[in-house]
């Protein structure tokens, strides 16, 4: 909800102004860690506000609970029907070693119960983008960049007489990903998201048409979340935090799990204020999967405005939103 201010002689009028739902496509990888779950509690708060509306949610992950994992969540949210695609390529295909994803699956109902049930993700995206109005679309990222490479190399077909990169631009208003890294060095770094499929990350880095919003991996690090969630007695039967319940016992972890993903949800629908500014810069990716600053104003990489642990509260108390 936005409010506008009119002066009126000495007076304001305070007018409350209903946004449009923010239209989403969800690119995951759902397995190798479960930040993914709680990125998906936000977008399934967020829809529930009436903030955004959920179009599809893709793996990019070829691995087999991915799918499954993916109805569950959509399920327990009460939104079963939405459309899940999924990577028919081999790779990647990164397990869920600690376990998360096979608990839910075998506790919670779910429509879709392999990855051979769900849509080839790049048929997905091209049915929908189009049939959305032209750059109404946002793509969240928060796994490979697969399916984004492979979307800008399609050709016209029965869906749209656009190629991919025509049809992205035409279609997508931004891309918002959890991607990329900077260390030490100012200039560089190795992050899981881009080394996995490095030769698709170079592409989309490279070739992508649209604004793209990038929360880097020392963005999510310093944001822990999921404690007051699995400790949270008024939260029962729920996937989401059944997932970090098991995953944090698995890892001995008691103080939280670095956010990542729920970063890229958070400012794909609400914005970067008040929680982040952001620097302007372009990215290379070598062949061994480093991002490399270079010259240029492309991406839009995201830095604090206010502390971790104040953006931290905002993002578990969505992560714990329940169904309605």
């Not at 989403?24 to 829809?47: C, E, K, N, R, S």
């Not at 062949?287 to 971790?308: R, S, T, V, W």
Request: charged share 25%.
């Amino acid at each position: 909800m936005k409010k506008i201010f009119f002066l009126f002689g000495l007076f304001y009028l305070n007018i409350s102004v209903a946004q449009k739902p923010v239209s989403i496509i969800f690119d995951t990888d759902i397995a190798p860690d479960y930040d993914d779950v709680g990125a998906m509690a936000l977008l399934h708060a967020f829809a529930d506000n009436g903030e955004a509306k959920i179009l599809a949610t893709i793996s990019c992950n070829a691995f087999e609970t991915t799918v499954p994992t993916l109805s569950v969540l959509n399920t327990y949210f009460k939104r079963p029907d939405i459309p899940i695609g999924v990577t028919k390529t081999k790779l990647p295909n990164k397990e869920c070693q600690q376990q998360w994803a096979q608990a839910i699956i075998q506790q919670f109902p779910h429509a879709l119960s392999s990855n051979d049930q769900a849509v080839d993700a790049i048929t997905l995206y091209r049915k929908i983008l189009a049939s959305q109005p032209d750059l109404s679309v946002t793509i969240i990222t928060v796994g490979f960049f697969t399916n984004l490479a492979n979307l800008l190399d399609t050709k016209a077909d029965e869906f749209s007489p656009l190629d991919g990169k025509e049809l992205v631009k035409k279609k997508v208003k931004q891309l918002v990903s959890m991607a990329a890294r900077i260390d030490k060095d100012g200039v560089s770094g190795y992050e899981f998201n881009v080394l996995v499929d490095a030769p698709a990350s170079k592409k989309v880095f490279a070739e992508w048409p649209t604004p793209v919003i990038m929360s880097g991996f020392e963005i999510g690090e310093k944001i822990l979340t999921g404690i007051r969630l699995i400790n949270n007695q008024s939260i029962q039967n729920s996937p989401v935090k059944e997932a970090f319940r098991v995953a944090l016992a698995k890892d001995g972890n008691t103080k939280g799990r670095n956010s990542w993903d729920e970063t890229a949800v958070l400012v794909a629908v609400r914005g970067l204020e008040p929680w982040f500014t952001y620097r302007k810069l372009n990215f290379d990716v070598k062949e061994d999967g480093k991002d490399e600053i270079i010259p240029g104003e492309k991406f839009m990489y995201l830095q604090f405005k206010q502390k971790p642990s104040e953006i931290a509260i905002v993002i578990e108390d969505l992560m714990m939103h329940q169904p309605k």
